[in-house]
Antibody, heavy 112, light 109 residues
Framework: QVQLVESGGGVVQPGRSLTLSCAASEFSFSSYAMFWVRQAPGKGLEWVAFISFDGSEKFYADSVKGRFSISRDNSKNTLYLQMRSLSFEDTAVYYC?????WGQGTLVTVSS | QAVVTQEPSLTVSPGGTVTLTCASSTGTVTSGHYPYWFQQKPGQAPRTLIYDTNKKHSWAPARFSASLLGGKAALTLSGAQPEDEADYYCFLSYSGEWVFGGGTKLTVL
C-alpha cells in the first residue's frame, strides 16, 4: 500500500524558514510527479507546488512563488518543501501526494 | 491564475442522485485539464476519488462517476449513502500549474 508520510511541521515565527519532508514508500517514487497542497484552518484545499518525476520541472502557486522551493531526492524516496519568509497566511496543514494518493499532513503554524 | 468554481453546497436525499460541477474561468474544461475530484471528511486528509477526468481510484464506490458536461467537469453520485456526506473538491491542471475549486459541501439528508 502506498505510503506518504510528511514531517517537519511545527510552530515558527513570522519571517522564519522551515523545511517539510515527505517520505514515500511502496511505489516507484522516481516515476511519479509529486505535489504539495495545503489547507488553512477551516478553509479549502490550496495547491502549493508541483515537481515532475525527475525534478526538471517545478511550478508554484502565486501565493508562494519566490518564497517556497520544491525538490526531491529520488535516491531517498523523499520530497521536500523549503519554505522561507513565512507569514501568518502560511499557517495550514501541508499534504504531499502523487496524483492518486496523499499523506496525512503536517501542521505548520506561523505565530509570534 | 485561473479561478475554478464549484457549487458551495448541495443536498441529496439518501438513495438519490446529485451532480457536482466544476467550471474554469478560462473557458471550457477539457480532458487537457486532467480533472480530479477529491473527497474530504471532517478531520481527515483528502482522498483522490477521480483522476484524469473519469478514472476512479480503487477505493471509490461504483455509485460515483465523472465526466465532462456542458463545458464543465462533473461528478455524479447515484444512490447517495450517508457516508457520502463530505466536502468534494475539483482540481484542474493549467499546463503545470494547478488550481482547486472552492469545494462543495454535500449533505445527505
Amino acid at each position: 500500500q502506498v505510503q506518504l508520510v510528511e514531517s517537519g511541521g511545527g510552530v515558527v515565527q513570522p519571517g522564519r524558514s522551515l523545511t517539510l519532508s515527505c517520505a514515500a514508500s511502496e511505489f516507484s517514487f522516481s516515476s511519479y510527479a509529486m505535489f504539495w497542497v495545503r489547507q488553512a484552518p477551516g478553509k479549502g484545499l490550496e495547491w502549493v507546488a508541483f515537481i515532475s518525476f525527475d525534478g526538471s520541472e517545478k511550478f508554484y502557486a502565486d501565493s508562494v512563488k519566490g518564497r517556497f522551493s520544491i525538490s526531491r531526492d529520488n535516491s531517498k524516496n523523499t520530497l521536500y518543501l523549503q519554505m522561507r519568509s513565512l507569514s501568518f497566511e502560511d499557517t495550514a496543514v501541508y499534504y504531499c501526494g502523487r496524483s492518486t494518493d496523499w499523506g496525512q499532513g503536517t501542521l505548520v503554524t506561523v505565530s509570534s | 491564475q485561473a479561478v475554478v468554481t464549484q457549487e458551495p453546497s448541495l443536498t441529496v436525499s439518501p438513495g438519490g442522485t446529485v451532480t457536482l460541477t466544476c467550471a474554469s474561468s478560462t473557458g471550457t474544461v477539457t480532458s487537457g485539464h486532467y480533472p480530479y475530484w477529491f473527497q474530504q471528511k471532517p478531520g481527515q486528509a483528502p482522498r483522490t476519488l477521480i483522476y484524469d477526468t473519469n478514472k476512479k481510484h480503487s477505493w471509490a464506490p461504483a455509485r460515483f462517476s465523472a465526466s465532462l458536461l456542458g463545458g464543465k467537469a462533473a461528478l455524479t453520485l447515484s444512490g447517495a449513502q450517508p457516508e457520502d456526506e463530505a466536502d468534494y473538491y475539483c482540481f484542474l491542471s493549467y499546463s503545470g500549474e494547478w488550481v482547486f475549486g472552492g469545494g462543495t459541501k454535500l449533505t445527505v439528508l
